[in-house]
């Protein structure tokens, strides 16, 4: 770790996980091949994220939208998911790990809603970095639960803030990411954490997702302490407040 020594490091990193199917039909392999070498680049980003001091990182592993994919497609993400949680769970907590997971949960077949639940309960008393899977998630969901849920809680228009809101949503307990990346080549959120990017810095490399690595995390935390985020004040406000 050389480049984000003590500076601002950020507090939540967000990746969209985008490309490995691209990764697999460039080398004339099936999709699912990308999928298998993308769990490698999971554990390059926890591993940097770790490493940097960041807190949460927020991976987009399947979104609402992604269960109009092939049946077999889906069917092999969902194995891969359940093996790469048995897989890594000792390596969660020898890094000391917390995992956690953000979306419409209830849709994942049974054997991954288990799996993920007793990794949640086995690593949920680690200090480190806190990994948050996104799985049948999607940001539009999210916020209409959220309305859901308000309308059956708050009577009085007034009582309902961008506190209020946002503790309604499955990020509740975190703060927003500081810093968006997606991969893949392309610039799209596709539904990501909608409400949460309000002011994240984004970052697009230009890279598929299975060749991701932490030195790639280092490059954008560097890029990103050389950010001036405003917050829609001037830049001389936010330099005198420095
Ligand atoms: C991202 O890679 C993984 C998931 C969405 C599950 P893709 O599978 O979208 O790969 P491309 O974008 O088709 O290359
Ligand atoms: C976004 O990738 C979702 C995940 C990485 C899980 P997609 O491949 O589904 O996004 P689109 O369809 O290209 O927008
Ligand atoms: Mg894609």
């Known amino acids: 770790m050389k480049n984000t020594e003590l500076k601002r490091i950020p507090d939540h990193v967000a990746i969209i996980m985008d490309g490995n199917g691209r990764w697999a039909e460039e080398q004339g392999k099936e999709r699912i091949f990308g999928h298998q070498n993308g769990v490698q680049a999971v554990r390059n ?51 000391n790990v917390r995992l956690q997971a953000i979306g419409n949960l209830a849709t994942l077949p049974q054997r991954c809603r288990s799996e993920l639940k007793d ?21 539009r969901w999210e916020i209409v639960n959220a309305v859901k849920e308000i309308v059956n809680n708050y009577r009085k228009e007034q009582e309902i803030t961008e506190t209020v809101f946002a503790s309604f949503l499955n990020t509740k307990e975190m703060p927003d990411p500081d810093i968006l990346i997606r991969t893949g080549r392309e610039r799209r959120i596709s539904n990501f ?19 991701f690595k932490k030195e790639d995390l280092f490059e954008i935390i560097a890029e990103y302490q050389t950010r001036q985020r405003r917050f829609g004040k001037t830049g001389t406000q936010v330099e005198s407040e420095i």
């Open 193 to 211: 954490l909608l409400w949460q990017i309000a002011y994240a810095e984004l970052f697009f490399p230009e890279l598929l997702w299975p060749d």
């Open 119 to 139: 990794a949640i309960e086995t690593t949920k008393n680690n200090t480190g970095l806190t990994v948050v899977l996104a799985l049948s998630y999607s940001g």
């Open 45 to 95: 980003a926890i591993e940097g994220a770790g490493e940097a001091g960041v807190k949460y990182l927020t991976l987009y592993a399947f979104s609402t939208e992604n269960w109009n994919r092939p049946k077999e497609e889906i069917d092999a993400l969902m194995s891969l998911l359940v093996r790469a949680i048995q897989n890594e769970l000792d390596n969660l907590m020898a890094n």
